[in-house]
């Protein structure tokens, strides 16, 4: 398990300072030996069970919730082990972070409901919000969970949530067509998908779940605690008044692909893109499949002995990056001439690129916490290398 002691906070009573055991109902989903708010703490109202008809190995999903946490509110609809476990890493969320004099506002956007507004120059790699999950949702439970009854868990999950908490979550997009309840709506139009223990759920975050979507987006999430904590930062700078995006599908994606995938996200994209010139679309959508196709090609020829057509090739991609704003693949670009020049023995330029890898990664926040110093980190990679080598080896 992941949980190790910790200092007391909203979510961990005086009284349980102690690692949170999950608290798993009877045969017949109850809890009868929870009795005070003691018992139950650190979640503020008593757990409330549904009987699952699937997976096999979970009878029930059951309601934990906290109103208090990060002052909205925290409630997850999942299992006893999950529950507690997420109790372990909101523990380590402490001090609570918070960005003071938040650099953006909330407006109308045409075309796409509200959205989220630079209101001051925003840097390359700032960080502009930080965030909590307030409703968390296993996957499983949308299919083994009777529907009506399942929607009657999700109210009370709402419910559950402090009066600011409630008011934010349901006061948040809800444009899915499909849905036929009201928390299934803001579920469907707002989360996204994380891990918890394991298994895959939605959160929802009220603050993130403001930003639009954008096909160059401008900004990017990261996760943090197995996606119950998530950070946006600028992705290039951000002048005043310029619309802040995230993009919601995987980066790098033709307009077609585009419009399927956010199909699913149930709406139609007006994103600068997806609205410029069908000449720009079709340039925009030509340099992306050029850029799939080489990504596919370096890796062929790279695992078919041929370093220099490979080194040919990942210059290519990467001298395309720039026009489409592809920002996230050139730490992998960068790492893969590294491991180019390492096969072909030129540790000199294998360090020049390794460098610039971990260099992005770190300007965009992906390795803060990882101990070691750059030449260990290099180290690392070499290591890496040689034993992806050696895999490939005694694969062929
Ligand atoms: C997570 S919410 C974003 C905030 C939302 N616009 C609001 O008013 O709260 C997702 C919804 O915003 C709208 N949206 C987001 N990005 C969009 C885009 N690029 N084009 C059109 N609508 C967009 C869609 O209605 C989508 O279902």
Request: net charge negative; hydrophobic share 35%; glycine share 6%.
């Amino acid at each position: 398990s992941r949980c190790t002691s910790s200092s007391p906070h909203l979510l961990t009573s005086s009284s349980k300072q102690t690692c949170p055991l999950p608290l798993a109902p009877d045969l017949d989903g109850d809890f009868p030996l929870l009795l005070t708010p003691l018992d139950y703490s650190p979640w503020t109202s008593l757990p409330i069970c549904e009987a699952s008809s699937s997976p096999p190995e979970i009878p029930y999903f059951c309601l934990y919730s906290n109103s208090h946490h990060n002052h909205l509110g925290y409630s997850i609809i999942t299992t006893p082990e999950v529950a507690a476990d997420s109790v372990q890493i909101l523990d380590t969320a402490l001090p609570r972070r918070q960005i003071t004099d938040p650099p953006y506002k909330v407006v109308d956007v045409p075309g796409k409901g509200k959205g989220v507004v630079a209101t001051r120059k925003i840097k390359k790699y700032q960080e502009i919000m930080v965030d909590y999950a307030a409703l968390v949702v296993d996957i499983g439970f949308t299919v083994g969970v009777d529907v009506w009854r399942g929607y009657k868990l999700l109210n009370k999950a709402v419910d559950a949530l402090s009066d600011q908490g409630k008011a934010d979550l349901m006061g948040l997009g809800r444009t899915s067509e499909q849905a036929r309840d009201e928390v299934e709506n803001v579920l469907r139009t707002n989360a996204f998908a994380t891990e918890l223990g394991g298994r895959g759920h939605m959160a929802v975050y009220t603050a993130v779940s403001r930003i639009n979507h954008g096909c160059k987006p401008n900004a990017y999430t990261r996760f943090i605690q197995d996606g119950l904590q998530v950070s946006v930062a600028a992705a290039r700078d951000i002048e005043e008044g310029e619309e802040v995006t995230i993009s919601y599908i995987t980066l790098g994606k033709t307009s077609k692909e585009r419009k399927e995938r956010l199909k699913q996200w149930g709406f139609e994209c007006a994103c600068e893109l997806c609205s410029a010139k069908p000449t720009e679309i079709e340039a925009s959508d030509a340099r992306r499949r050029q850029i799939e196709e080489l990504r596919e090609y370096a890796v062929v020829a790279f695992q078919a002995n041929k370093p220099y057509q490979a080194l040919r090739l990942t210059r290519q991609i990467i001298s395309l990056l720039p026009a489409e704003e592809l920002f996230p693949f050139y730490s992998e670009q960068y790492e893969n001439m590294a491991r180019i020049f390492y096969v072909l023995g030129d540790m000199k330029n294998a360090e020049l690129y390794a460098g610039k890898s971990l260099d992005v990664l770190a300007e965009q926040g992906y390795i803060q916490g990882v101990t070691g110093t750059r030449q260990e980190l290099l180290e690392m990679m070499w290591k890496k290398f040689q034993a992806d080598g050696d895999q490939f080896k005694a694969a062929r």
